[in-house]
């Protein structure tokens, strides 16, 4: 009977592994998508996947990473507000642990997405439209030039008001408007598609 129990919990252990190899390579390959390296997102998604803090050789040993990265990662976190230093009673070492809302992870990932990228692109942008001459020699390409970058400021100020119109939403877990916001989205696709079939079959009825 002890032997059983025994394969049976090792087995589950070796499930339990296996799923968080997975899910620590998942989160390592979506990391580019959401602005970070694959290090910073796989030691997130570790203190995400466990219940009890970490040090920075747990870390180290588990995702097998040199401790200058280790370090250097965890700061970012930290400085991302997706990590936190806790202490832990009868110990000197710092130890780690991550937010567990994933609402709240959401939120955090889209403000600072918008703070470290969109927002330097549009100054730089914004910088470049002031170095562009306004007569002269080449004032005619300056002028066209300007409106291709101006036409791009635009866009992201749209995403701007699109995060900001979103972020309420997220913070505040409203599952139901997010749907609805998403559904409404669909509709308007579909109302433009639906348009643009009956122009496409007006014109091969007119010819």
Excluded at 64 to 75: E, F, P, Q
Excluded at 99 to 116: F, P, T
Aim: glycine letters at 4%.
């Amino acid at each position: 009977m002890g032997y059983y129990c025994f394969r049976t919990m090792d087995t589950k252990q070796k499930a339990y592994q296996e799923a968080l190899d997975q899910f620590l390579l998942l989160w390592g390959e979506m990391g580019p998508a959401w602005g970070i390296n694959k290090t910073m997102a796989q030691i997130h998604a570790l203190l995400y996947a466990v219940d009890t803090p970490l040090d920075t050789d747990s870390i180290m040993e588990q995702l097998d990473v040199s401790r200058g990265n280790a370090n250097m990662n965890l700061r970012k976190l930290t400085e991302w507000n997706l990590v936190k230093k806790t202490q832990l009673e009868g110990s000197r070492k710092e130890y780690f642990t991550a937010e567990k809302d994933v609402w709240v992870i959401a939120s955090i990932i889209i403000q600072e997405r918008q703070y470290r990228e969109l927002m330097p692109v549009k100054q730089n942008l914004i910088e470049c439209l002031e170095l562009l001459p306004t007569d002269g020699e080449n004032a005619e390409e300056a002028i066209v030039f300007r409106e291709r970058i101006e036409d791009f400021v635009k866009v992201l100020d749209l995403f701007e008001e699109f995060s900001a119109a979103l972020l309420p939403y997220v913070e505040s877990k409203k599952l139901g408007s997010l749907k609805t916001l998403l559904s409404l989205a669909k509709a308007q696709e579909s109302i433009f598609e639906r348009i643009k079939g009956s122009i496409q079959a007006l014109k091969g009825d007119r010819s």
